[in-house]
């Protein structure tokens, strides 16, 4: 049976995170909160924005862009969208 979590995206009841995504009190945190479909969300989000801003995420910077996006994303804030974003056509 999988755990549930309710999460702070949703604000229901969702299956929950096998494990936490980073270590240390911030990744225990979001393994409380975040359902399994916000956090999969999320991180095609940020694939999203580091793709299409250009973004280098072994930069600081970057990834101190990014914990701030994605706490605005989990907690339903406004948060920057890739602007531009269009997939690929097959050939």
């Known amino acids: 049976m ?7 995206k949703y604000r229901q009841q969702l299956e929950g995170l096998e494990r936490p995504p980073y270590p240390g009190p911030k990744g225990q945190a979001i ?4 359902s ?3 956090w999969e969300e999320w991180q095609a989000h940020q694939t999203r924005l580091l793709n299409e801003k250009h973004l280098n995420a ?14 605005k994303f989990l907690n339903n804030e ?12 097959p050939e």
């Open 2 to 8: 999988s755990r549930t979590v309710q999460c702070r």
């Open 31 to 34: 393994f409380d909160t975040v």
């Open 58 to 71: 072994f930069e600081p910077k970057t990834r101190t862009y990014l914990a701030e996006q994605m706490e």
């Open 78 to 89: 406004p948060f920057d969208i890739a602007e531009g974003y269009v997939p690929e056509k």
């Open 36 to 38: 399994k479909k916000a």
